[in-house]
């Protein structure tokens, strides 16, 4: 499956982003979809997974209050809310497509090329 990850930006600290990643090139519905991100000089970490249905969602301690995931299936489109956007939020974000459930970047076999998102002091 092909992943595009759009909607980073510049936004003050306190503001709002919401990312969206498209897929196409297979059943987006066979996929659990999850979202990471790597900051300047950091390892990559993730952000959230959600499950095929949508019915289960995992969320990284970073984000988690902060943060709604959700899918839309039959616009082969997942969407990540972020809310009360803090400096070190600031990464570039990854959205990533898995046959299973999880946190781990293993787990998870096709990946978007990245949007960044700077958020200013």
């Known amino acids: 499956v092909q992943l595009q990850a759009f909607g980073g930006g510049l936004v003050q600290a306190g503001g709002f982003l919401r990312l969206s990643c498209a897929a196409c090139g297979r059943t987006f519905s066979n996929y659990v979809m999850g979202w990471f991100r790597r900051a300047p000089g950091k390892e990559r970490e993730f952000v959230a997974a959600i499950s095929w249905s949508g019915g289960t969602i995992y969320y990284g301690d970073s984000v988690k209050g902060r943060s709604t995931l959700s899918r839309d299936n039959a616009k082969n489109t997942v969407y990540l809310q972020m809310n009360s956007l803090k400096p070190e939020d600031s990464a570039v974000y990854y959205c990533?497509?898995?046959?299973?459930?999880?946190?781990?970047?293993?787990?998870?076999?096709?990946w978007g090329q990245g949007t960044q998102v700077t958020v200013s002091s």
């Open positions: 990533a497509a898995s046959g299973r459930m999880s946190r781990l970047q293993r787990d998870f076999g096709s």
